[in-house]
T-cell receptor
Framework: DAGITQSPRHKVTETGTPVTLRCHQT?????MYWYRQDPGHGLRLIHY???????DKGEVSDGYSVSRSKTEDFLLTLESATSSQTSVYFC?????????????FGPGTRLTVL | AQKVTQAQTEISVVEKEDVTLDCVYE???????LFWYKQPPSGELVFLIR??????QNEISGRYSWNFQKSTSSFNFTITASQVVDSAVYFC????????????FGTGTSLTVIP
């Protein structure tokens, strides 16, 4: 258990509304990641962070922004949600020491945009 | 181009049969890491194994075994004597040194073990 929680776990929203998903970790991991999972695509990286206020884009970053003001929290924001952003969102952390090249995932957030 | 290919979308086997899940990867890096994750029906992603590019030894863990072959860029996963609890979606992933540990996932193989 890497101490990762995501909130909310489920959300239904309407097109055009802003949405923020939160990833929280308790073990001082430096690297954090946001992925989306869609049928036929596996998991795809949206954004990642390599420290407080240090973030970078992933493969599918359009329409998403992130913020990391504290080590323990990594926020994913959809400024104006669209139906194509209906997905399951996973947060992940990079492990420590012997697990440094591994990623461990949170429980996921199921987002539906109507 | 897809960096990780899992050509088998769905597989069904009868309990106690052996099953192999294929994974082919593509990279130009000399240092990279390969992974398998399991996603049971409950939805969480469970880490199974990591393999480093400089270590081609195959690995066995109970009923699970992994065959890493650099010559064919493959990292296949075999479940021996499958059980109903093995029913899940399995993902293969690649991480390249120097990309911030960015992972590239395959599209997954859905395994159903029939009792």
């Amino acid at each position: 258990d890497a101490g990762i929680t995501q909130s909310p776990r489920h959300k239904v929203t309407e097109t055009g509304t802003p949405v923020t998903l939160r990833c929280h970790q308790t073990e001082n991991h430096r690297y954090m990641y946001w992925y989306r999972q869609d049928p036929g695509h596996g998991l795809r990286l949206i954004h990642y962070s390599y420290g407080v206020k240090d973030t970078d884009k992933g493969e599918v970053s359009d329409g998403y922004s992130v913020s990391r003001s504290k080590t323990e929290d990594f926020l994913l924001t959809l400024e104006s949600a669209t139906s194509s952003q209906t997905s399951v969102y996973f947060c992940a952390i990079r492990g420590h020491q012997s697990s440094y090249n591994e990623q461990f995932f949170g429980p996921g957030t199921r987002l539906t945009v109507l | 181009a897809q960096k990780v290919t899992q050509a088998q979308t769905e597989i069904s086997v009868v309990e106690k049969e052996d099953v192999t899940l294929d994974c082919v990867y593509e990279t130009r890096d000399t240092t990279y890491y390969l992974f398998w994750y399991k996603q049971p029906p409950s939805g969480e992603l469970v880490f199974l194994i990591r393999r480093n590019s400089f270590d081609e030894q195959n690995e066995i863990s109970g009923r699970y075994s992994w065959n890493f072959q650099k010559s064919t860029s493959s990292f296949n996963f075999t479940i021996t004597a499958s059980q109903v609890v093995d029913s899940a979606v399995y993902f293969c992933a690649l991480s390249e040194e120097g990309t911030g540990n960015q992972f590239y996932f395959g599209t997954g193989t859905s395994l159903t073990v029939i009792p």
